[in-house]
């Protein structure tokens, strides 16, 4: 049974307040009532707090919006549910996340989707928002029907991990997508480069025995979509980029007008190939880890504008599937509850040379506006999804720690800066550390 909808008033004092989108950073209060920023600095007349939250020393900002979180369901309930997952969602402050198509049944049917937000719905936590897959049950043959998805509420169609073998395939989803104004969200890879490889084509890779991904399985994938744009107009979202070669690419792309915008991975803002260290299953990903220079490459897009955002990839593995000998263990780790400590990180370890006002715009303000979506922003009026952390707490990255039915990750038994004390969704107090 869902949740009544407690309509609460909240005071939030004395905290600082970052909103990347209208670069706002100064203490002062917000006033949160019926669900939306009632104001910020002055109370508003005649407004009555149910509770008052004193944030001194602790930052509030806009709720995390996420653009790649697997749920897990429907299918996979082995290795997460909706409740484990959403709850790991508001532990790290998400309100708002994008989830891919690959569950089992894939969504490429209007009518699971409306299930899945449905029961993401009966939750009561996070707001969730599906992505249709692009083609039916992702085989990469036949069209999905993109307007029936879009109506029951996909935000965008994706083929998850499958590339499309045929490119007359995907021009013409492309063409369709172009038609209707949908976005077309897409991981570069060759189908066939790569296809068996478990980690980056390199000496490190080349020691250890493991069969590696070639950059150019980016960036053949990258030519390929790129001239489809060109000829049919299309709006493409790329997701989870991972090389330096490839992020050359998309740099000239935006520059030439192309109707373009990509992600990173958090994980890969942070980890080399070198971090696999003896055949550590936590950091098999996908795409896989790559080198320092691919590394300081993503830091300098990011800088610059040539990434727009960074997700979680929140891809929870269940115990049985990473306790495997590393090219055979599945890929995936588990990011929803990292996401903010990470990009935090980030900030603090680029030494002056990114605020934390910019870090957080990549989590919040930047990816709703790729979604097209009015939230990842504290202003009047808008919905009260927010999220309060103490920025000079540090916690340590346990499996108990998470509350994610996945327990895998690169940065188990890490100190990591920035401890979310609450997160608000729609003005509700979805979670609370104090």
């Known amino acids: 049974m869902q949740q009544k909808e407690i309509k609460m008033s909240l005071q939030i004092k004395n905290s600082r307040v970052i909103d990347p989108a209208s670069g706002l950073d100064a203490v002062c209060d917000v006033f949160v009532a019926d669900g939306k920023i009632a104001a910020i600095g002055t109370a508003p007349t005649g407004f009555q707090a149910d509770e008052t939250i004193n944030a001194n020393g602790w930052v509030l900002a806009p709720g995390l919006f996420d653009l790649s979180a697997r749920l897990r369901e429907p299918g996979f309930e082995y290795k997460a549910t909706l409740e484990s997952e959403l709850q790991a969602a508001i532990k790290g402050g998400v309100t708002s996340l994008v989830c891919p198509p690959d569950t089992d049944p894939v969504l490429d049917e209007a009518g699971l989707v409306e299930m899945l937000k449905q029961?993401?719905?009966?939750?009561?936590?996070?707001?969730?928002?599906?992505?249709?897959?692009?083609?039916?049950?992702?085989?990469?043959?036949?069209?999905?029907?993109?307007?029936?998805?879009?109506?029951?509420?996909?935000?965008?169609?994706?083929?998850?991990?499958?590339?499309?073998?045929?490119?007359?395939?995907?021009?013409?989803?492309?063409?369709?997508?172009?038609?209707?104004?949908?976005?077309?969200?897409?991981?570069?890879?060759?189908?066939?480069?790569?296809?068996?490889?478990?980690?980056?084509?390199?000496?490190?890779?080349?020691?250890?025995?493991?069969?590696?991904?070639?950059?150019?399985?980016?960036?053949?994938?990258?030519?390929?979509?790129?001239?489809?744009?060109?000829?049919?107009?299309?709006?493409?979202?790329?997701?989870?980029?991972?090389?330096?070669?490839?992020?050359?690419?998309?740099?000239?792309?935006?520059?030439?007008?192309?109707?373009?915008?990509?992600?990173?991975?958090?994980?890969?803002?942070?980890?080399?190939?070198?971090?696999?260290?003896?055949?550590?299953?936590?950091?098999?990903?996908?795409p896989p880890l790559r080198s320092q220079r691919d590394r300081d490459a993503i830091w300098t897009a990011l800088a610059d504008g040539t990434i727009d955002a960074i997700c979680s990839d929140h891809t929870p593995v269940d115990d049985d599937e990473k306790a495997l000998p590393f090219a055979e263990a599945s890929p995936g780790a588990t990011g929803l509850e990292l996401l903010l400590s990470l990009t935090v990180k980030w900030a603090d370890d680029s030494r002056g040379q990114i605020s934390l006002t910019q870090a957080l715009a990549k989590i919040t303000s930047a990816p709703a506006a790729l979604v097209g979506l009015p939230c990842g922003r504290l202003q009047v009026g808008a919905k009260a999804d927010l999220c309060l952390f103490d920025p000079q707490s540090r916690w340590t990255v346990t499996a108990q720690s998470l509350a994610s039915q996945g327990k895998h990750t690169p940065f188990l038994h890490y100190e990591l800066p920035a401890v979310v004390k609450a997160t608000i969704v729609a003005g509700r107090l979805a979670y609370r550390a104090f």
């Open 119 to 286: 029961r993401a719905k009966l939750q009561n936590k996070t707001h969730v928002y599906p992505l249709g897959a692009l083609t039916v049950g992702l085989l990469g043959q036949n069209l999905t029907e993109m307007a029936a998805l879009t109506q029951a509420g996909c935000v965008g169609f994706s083929q998850a991990e499958q590339a499309i073998v045929d490119t007359n395939i995907l021009q013409r989803a492309l063409q369709y997508a172009a038609t209707f104004g949908y976005t077309v969200w897409l991981r570069p890879q060759d189908a066939f480069l790569g296809k068996t490889g478990v980690a980056h084509s390199g000496p490190l890779a080349s020691r250890l025995g493991l069969s590696g991904v070639p950059v150019m399985a980016e960036t053949i994938a990258l030519h390929t979509l790129f001239e489809l744009m060109r000829a049919t107009g299309a709006k493409v979202h790329l997701c989870r980029i991972s090389s330096a070669a490839g992020l050359e690419l998309v740099r000239q792309a935006k520059k030439e007008g192309l109707a373009l915008s990509c992600d990173v991975g958090v994980h890969h803002v942070h980890l080399t190939d070198t971090d696999i260290g003896y055949f550590d299953s936590n950091a098999r990903l996908t």
